[in-house]
Structures are given as C-alpha cells and as structure tokens.
C-alpha cells in the first residue's frame, strides 16, 4: 500500500514549470506564490539516533538523518544556488557517502521516471529524454540561500516525505513557509533500506521532534506537522497518541485506512485543529 502513496506534489509544479513556453524568466524556479517578509534561509545537518543501530554498506552505527532546515532570515549568502544543490551534502564520513547516495539515486529515478510517465505515455520517446529533461530542471535558481542560524524564535513545521521521496521534495513548500515566518525541517526518516512499521516510524518522527523543539530558534509551543502520502499517514499515527504531540497536522495526498480507526473527512491537506 506504501508503494502507491508517491511523492508527486513538488514535482507536479517542476513539471508544469517546466512546460512553459520558453521566455527569460525561465532561469529561475519562480511558481508565483507571494513573497513574505524574509528569505528563505537553508541550513544542513546530520543527526545520529543515539538508540537507534543502522547499518548500510559498510557503515554501522547510530542511525543517521540527513537533516535540511529551511528558516527564515533577513540576509543570506550571495551564493545563488540550483535545484542540483539541494541534492549535495558536504563533509561527509566516508562510511555515509554510499548511504547518501543511495538517497540521492533512488530519488532522482524516480523523479526522471514520473517525468515520462505524467507528460507522456512511459514507452513515448519521452523516455529516453528524461535524463536530459532532469538535467534542465538542475540548473533552475532556486530562492533558498546557505545561511547562519536566523535570530528570534519562530513556530516549527516537521515535514515527512512520501515513499520514496526525500528531505526536499517539497522544498517549494519550505521556501515558501520560511519566507513568512516558519522554520521547515524535512529528513530521510525510515527510508532507504527499510521500511519498518508505524511503531518503527514513531521512533524517527519523535526524535526528530525532539531536536526540533530544543532548536534555539524554535518556538517550542508551536509545533506543526505536515506530512505527504506515506509521510501523512505517519504523523497521523504519531499524532493519534495520547499526548497528540503536535499543535496541528496537514495531510497531503494519503488515505485513511490500515491503522487508522476514526472518522475524518479531512483528507487531502485539510488542517487538523486540536
């Protein structure tokens, strides 16, 4: 059932980018969404699960979450970056450079491949131009700037990806939310070589909640969680506990059945209000 939940929202809007017309301001990845009162700032770091063994290729240990942060700052590097920079990752351990790797792979294939599939029939000549048309999307200017910690505290956003997808998959909706006031957290969670249960997901989504509320730019007290496909359907099992960690929660594209036993209507990315 996971398998069919896919990461397509980010992508749609690539793609219909993508399909314009050619004109000048095609250089620059710009959907027409309103620009808030900051920049979208982005920050990169690894985290390691210190209760949690990993293995993969010939690392083992902690596991490790690549972790992106987008946040909102006044001022960033002048460095403009591209979509390509979204999938790098500097000084990295050795041991972790096949696992990152493995991330990066499986999810540029399946961007290449719903590339073919959504503009055109799979066996079409589209095919054998996805690679160049991924390349295309590559080189497109992003908003998001390296940065410094932003100073103030701002409410938090806790993003899961689809299966199969990856930290930035929605990284239009992270630029977005940073430019007015939010910081936007997304990782690798269970993915690439297991899936595990809803039980093992808590696991990863509290901890990551974890490192979100002691973020010293972080409001503690205002914590969200937005989650596409298979990401949905794993706040929604994290969130139905007791403590109902999070203030509220979005579901983007999912379904509601297997472990979920109330009535809601709210599918699709409706806001959950506690």
Known sequence: MKKRLLPALALLLFIAYACQPDQESKSQLDVGIERGNFKPGMIDTILFHPTEPYSFGEYSGPKPFFVKIWVPVRTTSEKSLTYSDLFKFEDLDPKLIPLYDTLNKGYIGYVRHRLTKTIGDEDSTLKSKSEQMFDQLSRLTIRSRYTEKPEGKFPVIVYHHGYGGWSHENFLFAEYMAANGFVVIGTNYEWPNHEGGWDEGKSDLKYIL?????????????????????????????????????????????????????????????????
């Open 210 to 274: 974890n490192f979100a509320k002691h973020l010293p730019y972080a409001d503690s007290t205002q914590v969200f969680a937005v989650g596409h496909s298979w990401g949905a359907q794993s706040v929604l099992y994290y969130d139905s506990a007791p403590a109902q960690p999070f203030q509220s929660t979005i579901a983007l594209h999912t379904t509601m059945r297997d472990r979920f036993h109330w009535t809601l209507s709210l599918s699709g990315g409706r806001l959950f209000q506690k």
